[in-house]
């Protein structure tokens, strides 16, 4: 129904009015009695196979909702009944954002990606928190936080630990996240000193609370090796507790889409299909790198059971989706957690 129906109605629409559109229709239906429990029937697949532990959390699947479509958590319990394992929301910064101009969101369907350019716009991290105080599901969440843009990379870290503080009592682990391609000059701070400084800090900061939550890393795929190597080693000195791969990438050479087309679109993250090979090559090399010392969260074209699977034999221990739900639809969630139940019980 979703990619014979739903799906043309809502691509008819442009990108960002379709995501506020779904997520207005999401608010007002899912609530309904009638509707939330045929959500939830068509939608839910629980076994206890599919449960994971990963840096101390017990995840009832391990399949999540990447940061980026509900960033100022207005959705936490509609998402919840879809069946994911965990929900990522953010990046969340301190003072609240207008993000970058619009347009600042595309589809490229020939590929079934996606290009944004939307700039960390959110409410800010206390609007976030007042909504997360009012949440009914029991579903993991994870805080994304990032730094406003018009904080100096000088002084990132008071962004960093401010929203730290802000969502400490409100989420159950956080996302460290210096490598969106659409703030200026934030992947920066993925460089070695930079990085380790940052993390220490919010590391820290974190260990004096009565209960430290898993602090994570999300990384961009367009690191070198050499930079891969610096993360790997960061990770370990600085003692956090994992890594998400990754982030959208800026390499366009993938895409099949006229390239006067995309180059029409201007600057901006890709995300989708074409993101899956060189995600999985990060998980990969950061996994055998570290020889499994850490988790590692995969995330990046993901569209089928398959693409979740070749993540985990990659070395990832939990998996996110975003654009592949875009393009395939609610029901993927339970279709990958059906296909990894298969997997895992072979």
Do not use: W
């Amino acid at each position: 129904m979703y990619k014979s129906i739903l799906k043309p109605l809502f691509f008819l629409k442009k990108p960002e009015d379709a995501h506020h559109f779904t997520f207005d229709l999401t608010k007002l239906t899912f609530n309904l009695p009638i509707i939330k429990s045929l959500v939830k029937s068509t939608f839910q697949f629980d076994d206890p196979r599919l449960e994971r532990e990963v840096f101390g959390l017990k995840f009832k699947n391990p399949v999540g909702l990447a940061a980026g479509f509900d960033k100022d958590a207005k959705l936490i319990d509609e998402m919840a009944m879809l069946g994911f394992g965990f929900i990522e929301i953010g990046t969340l910064t301190p003072k609240p954002q207008e993000g970058n101009p619009q347009p600042r969101l595309f589809r490229l369907p020939q590929d079934e990606a996606l290009i944004n350019r939307m700039g960390f716009n959110n409410g800010g991290v206390l609007d976030a928190v007042e909504r997360l105080k009012n949440r009914k599901s029991d579903v993991i969440i994870g805080g994304n936080i990032g730094k406003n843009k018009n904080t100096p990379n000088e002084n990132a870290v008071d962004d960093y630990l401010f929203c730290l503080e802000a969502l400490h009592d409100y989420v159950d682990y956080f996302v460290v996240n210096v490598s969106s391609p659409n703030t200026p000059n934030l992947r920066d701070l993925q460089e070695k000193e930079p990085l380790k400084a940052l993390l220490q800090a919010v590391k820290s900061a974190n260990d004096l609370k009565e209960k430290p939550k898993p602090i994570l890393l999300k990384i961009a795929p367009d690191l070198t090796d050499g930079q891969l190597d610096d993360i790997v080693e960061i990770v370990m000195d600085t003692n956090i507790d994992g890594v998400i791969a990754t982030n959208t990438t800026i390499d366009r050479s993938g895409l099949t889409t006229a390239k006067a087309e995309v180059e029409a679109i201007g600057a901006g993250g890709v995300s989708g299909k074409v993101l899956a090979k060189r995600s999985t090559e990060v998980v990969r090399y950061l996994s055998r790198k570290s020889v499994g010392a850490f988790p590692i969260i995969g995330v990046g074209g993901i569209y089928s059971a398959e693409d979740a699977i070749e993540k985990l034999k990659a070395g990832a221990c939990l998996v996110q989706v975003y654009s592949g739900m875009i393009y395939e639809g609610p029901g993927l969630i339970k279709k990958i957690k059906k296909g990894l139940l298969a997997y895992f019980s072979r």
